[in-house]
């Protein structure tokens, strides 16, 4: 008999023991196991996303910067999930996405661009990190497949990654997106020397 746990040995029966008693002990053991299979049912139950994927715009910051320069999004979501470094998972990214697309798209005048075949690659590439980030929270697979989610929705699929993991941290601090504000500098006026 085979259980989520793995082995478990058919129940001994003594000697002296008459075949009702054994029955009795079955049934308990079935009663026991039932219960600790629902159980761990309910401590598998997946949790939800804390945003929807079509919700970039609840965050500005990582919207913007997901829009413009998806590639620091990713590699500050991989550096937080330690699958790889982030100036590692920063270039790989910007290779596939920047580079595959624009020399697919000069190679076949724009064919290969429309059929969807440069974005294999870079969904095919983020979707494991996604998989890691579901396993890390035991998140769904929603909206759909993670190698589905990122080939029709890779800019919105980081930023939702990289809310998901500023939600669930904790610590804002230490994933959040440093961007240098500059500060004009005091007005100066030129005087005049009347006195001299």
Same mark, same amino acid.
């Given at each position: 008999?085979?259980? %989520?746990?793995?082995?478990?040995?058919?129940?001994?029966?003594?000697?002296?023991?008459?075949?009702?008693?054994? =029955?009795?002990?079955?049934?308990? %053991?079935?009663?026991?196991?039932?219960?600790? $299979?629902?159980?761990?049912?309910?401590?598998?139950? %997946?949790?939800? !996303?804390?945003?929807?994927?079509?919700?970039?715009? =609840? =965050?500005?910051?990582?919207?913007?910067?997901?829009?413009?320069?998806?590639?620091?999004?990713?590699?500050?979501?991989?550096?937080?999930?330690?699958?790889?470094?982030?100036?590692?998972?920063?270039?790989?990214?910007?290779?596939? !996405?920047?580079?595959?697309?624009? $020399?697919?798209?000069?190679?076949?005048?724009?064919?290969?661009?429309?059929?969807?075949?440069?974005?294999?690659?870079?969904?095919?590439?983020?979707?494991?990190?996604?998989?890691?980030?579901?396993?890390?929270?035991?998140?769904?697979?929603?909206?759909?497949?993670?190698?589905?989610?990122?080939?029709?929705?890779?800019?919105?699929?980081?930023?939702?990654?990289?809310?998901?993991?500023?939600?669930?941290?904790?610590?804002?601090?230490?994933?959040?997106?440093?961007?240098?504000?500059?500060?004009?500098?005091?007005?100066?006026?030129?005087?005049? =020397?009347?006195?001299?």
């Amino acid at each position: 008999m085979k259980n %989520q746990r793995g082995y478990v040995p058919p129940t001994y029966i003594p000697l002296g023991q008459s075949d009702s008693d054994a =029955d009795a002990i079955s049934q308990l %053991q079935k009663k026991e196991e039932q219960q600790s $299979a629902g159980s761990n049912g309910a401590n598998q139950m %997946q949790n939800q !996303w804390s945003s929807g994927i079509c919700a970039c715009c =609840d =965050d500005m910051q990582s919207c913007c910067i997901g829009l413009f320069c998806p590639c620091f999004l990713f590699g500050k979501n991989a550096e937080f999930l330690g699958s790889g470094t982030f100036l590692g998972s920063c270039v790989t990214h910007f290779v596939l !996405w920047t580079l595959v697309n624009t $020399a697919c798209c000069f190679l076949t005048d724009g064919i290969l661009l429309g059929v969807g075949v440069p974005g294999c690659f870079v969904s095919i590439y983020a979707c494991g990190y996604r998989r890691a980030l579901r396993s890390k929270y035991n998140l769904q697979e929603a909206p759909c497949g993670d190698l589905v989610t990122h080939f029709f929705c890779h800019l919105c699929a980081i930023c939702q990654e990289y809310r998901e993991i500023r939600e669930r941290s904790g610590d804002s601090e230490a994933t959040d997106i440093k961007v240098a504000v500059v500060t004009a500098p005091p007005i100066q006026t030129m005087q005049s =020397d009347a006195n001299q």
